[in-house]
């Protein structure tokens, strides 16, 4: 069975840095099938796709248009997980943020519990 | 990207009664590599994340109870619950992964009448 267990805070400054870690067990963030990505949820936005990490044989990394030059999704191998840091942070980028796994069989089978971010001073 | 359009915004059903929820994408999400429909529905209960239900249009994820079908072709497709239960009360959406970005539909709920 796999999950995703989420960490970081739910409290960031406006022009600084969201820093989120997904952590996964029941799979391996360098399966060459999965691909590991980070969703957001807002009332004003609805449900957002906003990047995912992958391993075939090499990594890759795709990003939303939207925030491309905000946006940084990394694996770490060592720990099993994936993080999502988006610098410079508006209000507007207060949301639900989840990260979820797509496979090529079924979509974004596995999600996890969600963190509740806030851009507040 | 692709735009994902959901109908109704809302609908009230009685206990036992069918529920349909469209949802109509702007360009087509058949992916021709397979010939399938890269088209998925997720049901979301206050304070969980997403749940696939669907996927492939017409596929029903591991354990979603069978009064739940999935349909359509080209850019119309269509979510189904043949006999409402209790639990199954949520916000349903609609979501495209034929083309990067994934996009979703802006949500349909589901109350009792």
């Known amino acids: 069975q796999v999950q995703l267990q989420q960490s970081g805070p739910g409290l960031v400054k406006p022009s600084q840095t969201l820093s989120l870690t997904c952590a996964i067990s029941?799979?391996?963030?360098?399966?060459?099938?999965?691909?590991w990505n980070w969703i957001r949820q807002s009332p004003s936005r609805g449900l957002e796709w906003l990047g995912r990490?992958?391993?075939?044989?090499?990594?890759?990394?795709d990003y939303a248009v939207s925030v491309k030059s905000r946006i940084t999704i990394n694996p770490d191998t060592s720990k099993n997980q994936f993080s999502l840091q988006l610098n410079s942070v508006t209000p507007e980028d207060s949301a639900v943020y989840y990260c979820?796994?797509?496979?090529?069989?079924?979509?974004?089978?596995?999600w996890g519990q969600g963190t509740l971010v806030t851009v507040s001073s | 990207d692709i735009v994902m359009t959901q109908s109704p915004d809302s609908l009230a059903v009685s206990l036992g009664e069918r529920a349909t929820i469209n949802c109509k994408s702007s360009?087509?999400?058949?992916?021709?590599?397979?010939?399938?429909?890269?088209l998925a529905w997720y049901q979301q209960k206050p304070g969980q994340p997403p749940k696939l239900l669907i996927y492939?249009?017409?596929t029903r994820e591991s354990g979603v109870p069978d009064r739940f079908s999935g349909s359509g072709s080209g850019t119309d497709f269509t979510l189904t619950i043949s006999s409402l239960q209790a639990e199954d009360v949520a916000v349903y959406f609609c979501?495209?992964?034929?083309?990067?970005?994934?996009?979703f539909g802006q949500g349909t709920k589901v109350e009792i009448k």
């Open positions: 360009q087509s999400v058949l992916y021709s590599s397979d010939n399938k429909h890269y």
């Open positions: 979501q495209q992964y034929s083309t990067t970005p994934r996009t």
């Open positions: 979820a796994r797509t496979t090529p069989i079924s979509d974004l089978d596995y």
């Open positions: 990490t992958y391993y075939r044989s090499t990594w890759y990394k």
């Open positions: 029941g799979d391996s963030v360098s399966s060459n099938s999965a691909a």
């Open positions: 492939w249009a017409s």
